[in-house]
């Protein structure tokens, strides 16, 4: 019986299996948080010093790029794993649990550092198959530090000589899916994330006597309900957006009226347009209702993570991919985006790109009540790593091919 090339390349991913593991578990142990991880980056160097692979390090950060050449010309892919964790900490129990009081590796980027290795060495083994370049994306600082956008502006993109011309990218879910099943769409997979910071500026005073001041709070109230009001009937409820007030601040005691009150909040959003308006509806809500109170404001808009777009032809690539190489029960259609954001959507402005999440729920656990990513109780199976880093070096193997 002849061996397939889908068939050859699982059964070298599963040799890797056992090695994959115990790097994700040493990464696991040690969690970093933020832009520079220097003990995660020095993992990642051992883990592909030999592969003779061209590599660039993060000047503003511990970022790793790795370009494998190929044995003949042509254009580049990019495949991307995130390092940082989260500042969680850990109740898992699990043998390898963290060893950093108040870190923890609960999204599954270690899962994410190991799989892309994995990738890397299967590459490596088939360097002379390639008409073209990989670029290997080792990044930090994908949990609120925008490090995608920095290694994009350190060069990223240009790596191997010219700009990518696609990009894919994996994320473990700790529930959602079962495990070693693979969901994505075409179009929006994830939100755009934005932040809004308003201060009402009014005249303190007595609690007893409110005429003789300029009270903020009932303002900022009535601008928090106000808002929510705003989602409901200024956006079409089939590009909608999430806002959501998660942080309020006025006042001192029960019987003073303060100067100044504030709140900020998060907004969500799952078109470039709807982005826009929230935007300027979010802002134009707030100096309406300061106004009708005749209170100052200040309002800010900032704006974060873009919408996490698929193109549509690299999500349909990314699919079959899947179905050929794992099977067609191992692919699910993700039926909407999820609200959460996510920095490889930066890629993803740049670049044609495909970013699905594979299930890593433990075995016997249900995937609807499983602890999700973020939880300090979130578990992950790292038995995915194998199919994770077979799948994303086929994406790059069949892409590549072809342009050929």
Do not use: W
């Not at 990642?44 to 970022?63: C, H, M, R």
């Not at 995130?82 to 950093?100: C, H, I, K, N, Y």
């Not at 809500?285 to 549509?312: I, K």
Request: with cysteine.
């Amino acid at each position: 019986m002849t061996t397939t090339p889908t068939a050859a390349l699982r059964e070298s991913a599963a040799s890797l299996q056992p090695e994959l593991a115990a790097l994700r578990r040493e990464i696991h142990r040690e969690p970093e948080i933020g832009l520079d991880l220097p003990k995660t980056q020095a993992r990642v160097l051992a883990a592909i010093e030999g592969l003779g692979l061209e590599v660039t390090l993060g000047q503003k950060l511990s970022s790793v790029t790795a370009v494998l050449r190929g044995g003949r010309p042509g254009p580049a892919v990019l495949l991307r794993g995130d390092m940082d964790a989260l500042p969680v900490q850990e109740t898992s129990g699990l043998p390898f649990a963290s060893q950093t009081a108040g870190t923890m590796h609960a999204c599954g980027h270690d899962l994410h550092v190991a799989g892309l290795v994995g990738a890397a060495r299967l590459l490596a083994e088939r360097r002379e198959e390639i008409a073209g370049s990989v670029v290997f994306m080792f990044q930090p600082g994908e949990e609120g530090q925008g490090g995608a956008k920095i290694m994009i502006d350190e060069g990223l993109l240009d790596a191997a000589g010219a700009e990518v011309v696609a990009a894919y990218g994996l994320h473990v879910v700790a529930g959602m899916l079962p495990g070693g099943v693979v969901s994505g769409r075409p179009g929006p997979a994830m939100a755009a994330a934005d932040s809004l910071y308003v201060t009402m500026r009014g005249r303190g005073g007595h609690g007893s006597a409110p005429q003789a001041a300029l009270d903020p709070i009932p303002a900022l109230c009535e601008a928090v309900t106000a808002l929510q009001t705003m989602v409901t009937r200024r956006f079409d409820a089939f590009d909608p957006v999430v806002v959501t007030v998660g942080h309020i601040q006025g006042g001192t005691i029960n019987n003073v009226i303060p100067d100044d009150a504030s709140f900020e909040a998060t907004i969500r959003s799952f078109s470039p347009q709807a982005r826009a308006r929230a935007e300027e509806e979010t802002l134009r809500v707030v100096h309406g209702v300061a106004a009708a109170h005749g209170l100052e404001v200040d309002a800010r808009y900032e704006r974060l993570y873009p919408v996490t777009m698929n193109d549509p032809a690299e999500a349909e690539f990314a699919a079959r991919t899947v179905r050929e190489l794992l099977g067609e029960d191992r692919f699910r259609p993700m039926p909407q985006p999820l609200a959460g954001a996510e920095d490889f959507s930066f890629v993803c402005e740049r670049v044609p790109s495909a970013y699905f999440f594979l299930g890593a729920c433990p075995p016997g656990a249900d995937p609807e009540t499983a602890a999700y990513n973020h939880s300090p109780e979130a578990l992950f199976d790292d038995s995915v790593l194998a199919d994770g880093a077979a799948l994303l070096a086929q994406l790059a193997l069949g892409r590549l091919a072809r342009e050929s």
